[in-house]
């Protein structure tokens, strides 16, 4: 059992819909990150949330907005998606921003886009 | 960012120690390595991670070269729960926060 949970665990979307993807977690930690991982390759980073401010954005397309309403919780907003968007979204946390401090995974939103 | 290179797959007899090799020959000083795996339909689970020293905790062991260019994970007694993709990542302290995934080693555990 993972100490991260996202919520729903799966979700199928049309390209004109709006959906969010939710991230939880209660172990105080101050830092969260959204990864996309796609079909037989590895997770890559999307989004980095430290002390409730956006500190990384990977070059990621508008149509993907994260939220921190607080320091426990993470959201993830689309609109207008395309096909290629569909992919397993995976949220971490971590103590702190610092590289000595491991990041600890959820099991992920797996996304459909129509 | 300091590059990994692990193989792409091994196999383990369940019961065995499972040694999984990782070359990251340009890591610098104060970079970590971290170890994470990842079962089917599962996030990346953390396993371990170390900068210098050999390190252990309940699930495996971290062995680092003297002069940190390569290391190997040990799981002690593999089970057949253990297969998964298992990822070496070197973790710059610019940009502390990124990890940054490689293509990993996807470990087959048999009966």
């Known amino acids: 059992d993972t100490e991260v949970t996202q919520t729903p665990k799966h979700l199928v979307m049309g390209m004109t819909n709006k959906k969010s993807l939710k991230c939880e977690q209660h172990m105080g930690h101050r830092a969260m990150y959204w990864y996309k991982q796609k079909a037989k390759k590895p997770p890559e980073l999307m989004f980095v949330?430290?002390?409730?401010?956006?500190?990384i954005n990977e070059s990621v397309p508008s149509r993907f907005s994260p939220e921190c309403p607080n320091s426990s919780l993470l959201n993830l907003h689309l609109h207008a998606l395309q096909p290629e968007d569909s992919a397993l979204y995976l949220c971490?946390?971590?103590?702190?921003?610092?590289?000595?401090?491991?990041?600890?995974f959820g099991d992920g939103t797996r996304l459909s886009i129509l | 960012d300091a590059k990994t290179t692990q193989p792409p797959s091994m196999d383990c007899a369940e019961g065995r120690a499972a040694n999984l090799p990782c070359n990251h020959s340009t890591i610098s000083g104060n970079e970590y390595v971290y170890w994470y795996r990842q079962i089917h339909s599962q996030g990346p689970q953390y396993i371990i991670h170390?900068?210098?020293n050999n390190e252990t905790n309940e699930m495996a062991s971290l062995i680092i070269t003297e002069d940190r260019k390569s290391s190997t994970l040990i799981l002690p007694h593999a089970t057949l729960r253990d297969t998964a993709v298992y990822y070496c990542?070197?973790?710059?302290?610019?940009?502390?926060?990124?990890?940054?995934f490689g293509a990993g080693t996807i470990l087959r555990v048999k009966s």
């Open positions: 170390g900068l210098k």
């Open positions: 990542i070197v973790r710059p302290s610019e940009y502390g926060n990124k990890l940054v």
């Open positions: 949330y430290s002390y409730e401010k956006l500190s």
């Open positions: 971490a946390s971590s103590p702190g921003d610092s590289h000595d401090q491991p990041q600890h």
